[in-house]
């Protein structure tokens, strides 16, 4: 268990209905836990604080850092998925970064920690971080909406592969954004997801799911090697080749050809395991 002391009972008191209504959908994991609510006291003053669920894991830079950002896809579906059910409910994160977000498991999923900035939809956002906040790269308003999450998300994508960030430039930020974007093969199959983001082209979290979720299939796509020349093409050029030379030569292109077509075998073999155990991710996730 993890124990929050405040000294302001408005903002704790604000994070305890977040944590509630996080418990009525506890289900679907959009955060931790609430288990109790008091106060204490010490001397004449009174400190309000709560119990909730202790979550073990690492943020999600430090994740990236350690397995890979291969996973970047994966995890970034299962959050669009836990913030389509939060805009739902009437709510918006707001202060959506990596710093507020531990990866728990297996099978790897994120949480969402320090609900302080969760704001009710229609709303002015009442905590942010600069690099994550659209305001600050001019692309938008404060306003508690649901692209501005999903602007947030765009940026979080952006920041696991520019670990230490970048401040904004001279030039018009999204064109500094989409040169940034391309700068990195990683993000390449995302880029349109990523555009549409940044430019507030969103308004429904599923809608952005979705759309990953092409651009992920389109880059599992396996494409066998390509083969210049058929099997009967190559035995005939073989045959020709070997009419002047001697039976050994014959055996050692056999074995060649042989050798050849049983690594394309273990090659689409792995790939299809490969997509087989992310399709198992992506139901853990949903």
């Given at each position: 268990?993890?124990?929050?002391?405040?000294?302001?009972?408005?903002?704790?008191?604000?994070?305890v209905?977040?944590?509630?209504?996080?418990?009525?959908?506890?289900s679907q994991?959009?955060g931790?836990?609430?288990?109790d609510?008091d106060?204490?006291?010490h001397?004449n003053?009174?400190?309000?604080?709560?119990?909730?669920?202790?979550?073990?894991?690492?943020?999600?830079?430090?994740?990236?850092?350690?397995?890979g950002?291969?996973?970047l896809?994966?995890?970034?579906?299962?959050?669009?998925?836990?913030?389509?059910?939060?805009?739902?409910s009437?709510?918006v994160?707001?202060?959506?970064?990596?710093?507020n977000?531990?990866?728990?498991?297996?099978?790897?999923r994120?949480?969402?920690l320090d609900?302080?900035?969760?704001?009710?939809?229609?709303?002015?956002i009442?905590?942010?971080?600069?690099?994550?906040?659209?305001?600050?790269?001019?692309?938008g308003?404060?306003?508690?909406?649901?692209?501005?999450?999903?602007?947030?998300?765009?940026?979080?994508?952006?920041?696991?592969?520019?670990?230490?960030?970048f401040?904004?430039?001279?030039?018009?930020p999204?064109?500094?954004?989409?040169?940034?974007?391309?700068?990195?093969?990683?993000?390449?199959?995302?880029?349109?997801?990523?555009?549409?983001?940044l430019?507030?082209?969103?308004d429904?979290?599923?809608?952005?799911?979705?759309?990953?979720?092409?651009?992920?299939?389109?880059?599992?796509?396996?494409?066998?090697?390509?083969?210049?020349?058929t099997?009967?093409?190559?035995?005939?050029?073989?045959?020709?080749?070997?009419?002047?030379s001697?039976?050994?030569?014959?055996?050692?292109?056999r074995?060649r050809?042989?050798k050849?077509?049983?690594?394309?075998?273990?090659?689409l073999?792995?790939?299809?395991?490969?997509?087989?155990?992310?399709?198992?991710?992506f139901?853990?996730?949903?």
């Amino acid at each position: 268990m993890a124990l929050k002391v405040g000294l302001d009972q408005m903002s704790i008191t604000s994070e305890v209905n977040v944590l509630k209504h996080f418990s009525k959908v506890q289900s679907q994991m959009l955060g931790p836990s609430l288990f109790d609510v008091d106060d204490l006291t010490h001397g004449n003053k009174t400190f309000p604080f709560y119990v909730m669920e202790y979550l073990k894991g690492p943020c999600l830079l430090d994740f990236m850092s350690a397995r890979g950002v291969e996973w970047l896809g994966l995890l970034m579906v299962q959050l669009l998925g836990d913030l389509e059910r939060l805009h739902r409910s009437g709510w918006v994160f707001g202060d959506l970064k990596p710093d507020n977000m531990i990866v728990v498991g297996p099978p790897a999923r994120i949480r969402l920690l320090d609900v302080g900035g969760t704001t009710l939809i229609g709303r002015s956002i009442k905590e942010f971080t600069e690099f994550y906040d659209r305001g600050y790269w001019g692309l938008g308003t404060r306003k508690a909406e649901s692209s501005y999450d999903l602007f947030a998300v765009a940026m979080i994508m952006i920041n696991c592969v520019y670990p230490k960030r970048f401040e904004k430039q001279g030039e018009k930020p999204l064109v500094f954004l989409k040169r940034q974007i391309e700068r990195k093969p990683i993000l390449s199959p995302f880029k349109h997801v990523l555009l549409k983001a940044l430019q507030g082209k969103y308004d429904d979290a599923q809608l952005m799911k979705n759309d990953m979720l092409k651009a992920l299939s389109k880059g599992l796509e396996v494409k066998a090697p390509p083969k210049s020349q058929t099997s009967s093409q190559q035995m005939k050029r073989s045959r020709k080749k070997s009419s002047s030379s001697s039976y050994a030569k014959e055996s050692k292109s056999r074995r060649r050809e042989k050798k050849q077509g049983y690594f394309v075998e273990i090659f689409l073999l792995s790939s299809f395991l490969l997509l087989l155990y992310i399709l198992y991710l992506f139901g853990q996730m949903m």
